[in-house]
């Protein structure tokens, strides 16, 4: 079982590094695989997504594919808020929100598919640093509360807002860091943390995250839009599927 867990976690990265949207698959795959209890699946998920988060930021901000100050309300929108979605997630069951969340992602994957239309500009507010806040406070906390990891919510929300798709993946990776190592506070002081199995799970994250960033490099704006949208369908049709028992 444990060989099934490091694989799906290598095509995780894989998939982190190529769209920013996969880490979701990771709490479900521990639940079932892994022996763990649902709440220290979360938290050890969510814990492993510090180490794409560091390489990733690393090498798309050496290729320039973002500037570090245009992360920085992304990272601070997601340090305040996904420490009390972990506390939350400790004391509630999360069930409905995650189903929430689910068809939330359905509906942005389902919108980011959908081309732009010919000449148009970003919204000024969402391209802003309050905008960027607001997106990475509100999916820091479902990343806290859920262990899906935020950016399967934030890279589609940036995409319809107007960021290009290359560019809303590489600033979901410093955002990343931010948002996982918060939650993970909370899930420390709740206990959520199997550290004996976290640095497998990063280390398998990183082989794939590698492969995907070198894919990344080489599609087209298009492609990585649909490959965004029809990831974020799918994971989120999985999540809510799982959520409701079918599987």
Known sequence: MMIVVLLVCLLVGFLVGLAGVGGILVPPVLILMS???PHTAM???????????FVGTWLYHRSGHY???????????????????????ARIDAGPLVMILAVIIIFAGACTLRPPRAGRAGSPFWL???GRAVIGGATGFMAGLTGAGGPVA??????????????????????????SFSGSVGNMLGGHVDWLLLPALCAVQVAGLLGGIAMARRVS???L?????????????FLFLRQTGCF
Do not use: D
């Open 67 to 89: 500037r570090f100050r245009e992360a920085v309300p992304f990272a601070l929108g997601s340090l305040v808020c996904a420490a009390p979605g972990a506390l939350v997630n």
């Open 154 to 179: 934030s890279i589609p929300w940036m995409v319809l807002v107007g960021y290009s798709p290359i560019h809303a993946v590489a600033l979901s990776m410093p955002y990343q860091i931010a948002t």
């Open 43 to 53: 938290g050890t998920a969510l814990a492993s997504f510090i180490g794409t988060g």
């Open 221 to 223: 704006a298009p492609f």
């Open 225 to 237: 839009r649909t490959v965004i949208g029809a990831l974020c369908i799918g994971l989120g049709a």
């Open 128 to 130: 802003g640093w309050k």
């Open 35 to 37: 022996g763990l209890e």
